[in-house]
């Protein structure tokens, strides 16, 4: 296919509101994927299970099993994570030209927005899928920033027009006002019932730009996605934008520096297919035996070695952890397990960092940086699913940053990295812009929600009668414990949001640390705001209370700064003994008591001479 002929798009929505459905349905159109196959995923589990969710480790195998191994944490919280992307061939009923349709995935979580960013790179086009019964929300607001600052065109799809609830004339005003697209012709399908499919895919012949024509430049490729394959070595997704790329060329990332001879490149159609040659415009795969997703990162250029581009394209980032929590393993033997677990994760994680952390309450573990929250819970899951492993997780904090006043500058990872106060010149903490979008009746509650969470209020703006947004700056640490738990339950579940790092501020932090029977408990110790010492270190006392179960002395709670006391509490003793519950000689009951109480004690750390269970190491993350 020329590449006049050539489509690369992807689709915007806001979750739930139908994008991997009509995915779905722009496969079975265009008869990349038979119907039969999508059954037999759909059928597998959680239903609607989506074809562009094919597992990329095996893009090849349409079938259950795939969907049971390394995409169930995808599929169960309804989000993708990996990207995959489809080549879909299209015959236009415009000029009768058959056409190659270049539909590239993007994951769907705040914590991947720069996976996000490099995939809509590979893009001339985007698909803004609007659920016709709701209306625009934070996250398709965020995701059309950032596919208008790449220059796509973007074309409004009104989705579920088949509900009773649509209210399309609402949804289409507000598409209008919010983001000032023109929605006159508007495309207006239901994806579940398979209405104004065809209608989508002419709107992406006619409207999407095709690819510029650079075939005579020096190859540039961009990575938008890798993954570790391993029989092939890192997997890499790209999209040549200027030049060629043919199997068997020596090839550089032009920001690692990293040299490979390519062994093999292909398509996904949505299964892998090779071909000797990729030419500008199009989207494909290269395979390299390269050792680890760290070599070939996404927002890499990808370049000839005898014949260099000049410069790499733009948009490269070396991405950051902004959330470290603690891992270690219940059982102290199982510490090498647990480095193996991170190291084969890494391979195929390049946002992922970990670095041996030991600590005389909790014996041996690592240190691990994250995007975010949910990186941090999907890789926390995997350890557990994937290498049974039985973790104790510390809670989250953000990366701080401090200045002795011997003037060394570094990065804090952890409260007890935290030098004291007296030898602390400042502390800073990273600022996030964050944007709620909601129905006008909770902005009172959502006013109220960030303004306790140190937020400092930027604007408010109306996007119709009914529908508000409202700007915060606002520190990450307040955002990434339970923030949008608490968003969804001020609003009734009907309030969105985004956020995106701004940088960092000093701030007056201090080291809340934790005491249990009188010995310093570094794993529950956290970095607060002094104005929020007293509050906080009450609430956490309190908390830790009712998650310590009792023990057979009593145990004082303290939380301090520096050697003050600024709360404490205390569990009284208790004698445990589950058994006395139990009368006569009920043996099953006796024994389903032990085998509960076995299975309590797994998830416990000894604190000293106090066993505290997985949920006290974050009962931070449960405090107001
Ligand atoms: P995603 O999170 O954007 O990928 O959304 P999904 O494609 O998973 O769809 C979310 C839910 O909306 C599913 O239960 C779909 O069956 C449903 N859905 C998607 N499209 C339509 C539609 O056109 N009409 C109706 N009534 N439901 C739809
Ligand atoms: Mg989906």
Known sequence: VPVERIRNFSIIAHIDHGKSTLADQLLLKTGTVAARDMVAAASSRRPPVLSMSFSPEYPGRIGEEQFMDSNEIERERGITIKLNTARMKYRSKRDGELYALNLIDTPGHVDFTYEVSRSLAACEGALLVVDASQGVEAQTLANVWLALENDLEVIPVLNKIDLPGADPDRV?????????????????????MGIGIEETL????????????????????????????????????????????????????????????????????????????????????????IKSVQDARVGDTVTQKKQPAATPLPGYQDIQPMVYCGLFPTDTDDYQDLREALEKLQLNDAAL????????????????GF????????????????????????APTVVYRCKTTDGEEFQV?????????????????????????????????????ANGR?????????LTDSRTTLVFNIPLAEVVTDYFDQLKSRSKGYASMEYKITGYRENDLVKLEVKINGEPADPLSVICHRDNAYRTGRQLTSKLKELIPRQMFRVPIQACIGTKVVASEAIAPYRKDVLAKCYGGDISRKKKLLQKQAEGKKRMKALGKVEVPQEAFMAILKID
Not at 174 to 183: A, F, Q
């Open 172 to 192: 289409v005003r507000e598409i209008e006002d919010i983001i000032g697209l023109d929605c006159s012709n508007i495309l207006k399908v239901s994806a579940k």
């Open 202 to 289: 002419e709107a992406i012949v006619s409207r999407v730009p095709a690819p510029r024509n650079t075939t005579a430049d020096p190859l540039r490729a961009l990575i938008f996605d890798s993954y570790y394959d391993p029989y092939r070595g890192v997997v890499c997704q790209f999209k040549v934008m200027d030049g060629k790329v043919s199997r068997g060329d020596v090839v550089q990332m032009m920001n690692t520096g990293k040299e490979y001879q390519l062994d093999e490149i292909g398509v996904l159609a949505p299964h892998k297919v090779q071909v000797d040659t990729l030419y500008c415009g199009e989207v494909g795969y290269l395979a390299a035996q």
């Open 353 to 368: 960092k970990f670095e041996p952390e030991v600590n005389n309450a909790m014996g041996f573990g690592f240190r691990c």
């Open 371 to 394: 995007l975010g929250l949910l990186h941090m819970e999907i890789v926390q899951e995997r350890l557990e699913r994937e290498y049974n492993l039985d973790l104790i997780t510390t």
């Open 413 to 449: 990872n952890s409260p007890a990295d935290l030098p004291d106060a007296s030898r602390r010149e400042w502390i800073s903490e990273p600022y996030v812009r964050l944007e709620m979008v909601t129905p006008t009746d909770y902005v009172g509650n959502l006013m109220e929600l």
């Open 454 to 462: 140190r937020g400092e209020f930027v604007e408010m703006r109306y």
